[in-house]
């Protein structure tokens, strides 16, 4: 059973939800993922806590962490770049696989992530300063191109949120020129790695998707690999 | 916190988690409705259990809601109107309140359900054979106006097949002429008592949308209404 660490946003959740149900394959009912999803819109706020001397949100994401590891969960995810911050010591003594959205990411960027590439990255604040993509991708050999501090105030923050705010055609259009912009500047591709973002996009029918890279896409394919993994070696068994 | 027994099928249980999140009236995160999704697709099925001699989903379902109540849920949802076929045997001996899918319907329904009445219900052969609906909307006064059997085999039946399946445009136009049908027949409002069936509608635009009722947002509207009293309350004390 996939264990799902969520609310940070609760609609980034339920669209990761619908994302992991769309990309398994099923003829039934029987065939799709157990899943636990733990919603937690209360926990503390991830930006304050990188960018200033906000509340940590790791005591709640560990109990949440705990919560699904003790109703049954065998493996974890979490639709939340942001929240990735804490990921290693979320993972240091998790007793079960925990699915990275980053390496869910770069696989799904596949041959895009290859050396000399150069991938924009659309993010919070906190999570370009976290730098949470950054370690894995430059590995790869790939330039990351930032929206400018404009960028950031006028279109990327906004947009996000306006998601949480429920308006998402608005998100969708605030959001699009921080994009343009990437793609201008040299981007061979665009990652948005906020899970708010594709959400946004998707309210508008935007053909800028095409040149984008989906986190929680992403991270549900992976965690559909894991599961088909798991059900094949279930039923060899 | 919310707890969701889900699974039945995974995709009605995403379709919920998205309405709830979307029908919570929020400017931030932790204004949302902390919840825990159990989404359980391997519970036996249910149509075989009421029409047949299928093996009983009770013991199942019983397991996913103790193991919510287990977690932490102080209130239960089940997006699946068969189910709540079970329903009394899972409300008689729980600790915390369990909302009806069908007392959410009619409170959706309004004036729409008084006497007199003729409301069309599409359901699974299960939700109608088990009348999960009739005591109540009798109780108001309604007439309930069923699918024909034929339109069961080829329209209704088909098409909750299909949403299971991923084939979603698909299941909206092997439906709509059973709702046709019903509305042709005299229904003043058609109730889409299968929670499968709502997406199948929205996934061709369907204009006669405007004439049905959603069980899964009806039920998503209730546990809304009973988080605001909650968060309400305990703002008060």
Redesign the interface.
């Known amino acids: 059973m996939l264990g799902v660490i969520g609310?940070?946003?609760?609609?980034a959740?339920?669209?990761f939800?619908?994302k992991?149900?769309?990309e398994?394959p099923?003829?039934?009912?029987?065939?799709?993922?157990?899943?636990?999803?733990?919603?937690?819109?209360?926990?503390p706020?991830r930006p304050p806590a990188i960018l200033a001397d906000g509340e940590s949100p790791l005591p709640a994401l560990c109990r949440v962490r705990d919560?699904l590891i003790?109703?049954?969960a065998t493996a974890l995810a979490m639709p939340c770049n942001t929240a990735h911050y804490w990921y290693d010591e979320l993972a240091i003594d998790c007793p079960v696989p925990f699915l990275h959205i980053v390496d869910a990411t770069v696989a799904e960027l596949g041959d895009r992530a290859r050396s000399g590439a150069r991938l924009g990255l659309i993010a919070t604040e906190a999570t370009l300063a976290g730098q949470v993509y950054d370690a894995r991708l430059a590995a790869l050999g790939c330039e990351l191109l930032r929206p400018s501090p404009e960028q950031m105030q006028r279109h990327v923050l906004p947009s996000i949120a306006q998601v949480?705010?429920?308006a998402l055609a608005e998100a969708g259009r605030t959001l699009a020129p921080a994009i343009e912009g990437l793609l201008d500047a040299g981007a061979d591709a665009v990652v948005l790695a906020c899970t708010e973002t594709p959400i946004a996009l998707d309210a508008i029918g935007s053909p800028l998707r095409a040149r984008c890279v989906d986190s929680t896409l992403a991270l549900a394919r992976a965690c559909v690999r894991w599961w088909l993994a798991r059900r094949t070696e279930a039923t060899a068994k």
């Open positions: 609310g940070m946003g609760p609609l959740t339920a669209d939800f619908r992991l149900v769309d398994t099923a003829a039934n009912d029987e065939d799709h993922v157990p899943v636990l999803v733990h919603s937690v819109p209360q926990i706020r919560r003790a109703a049954g949480k705010q429920g």
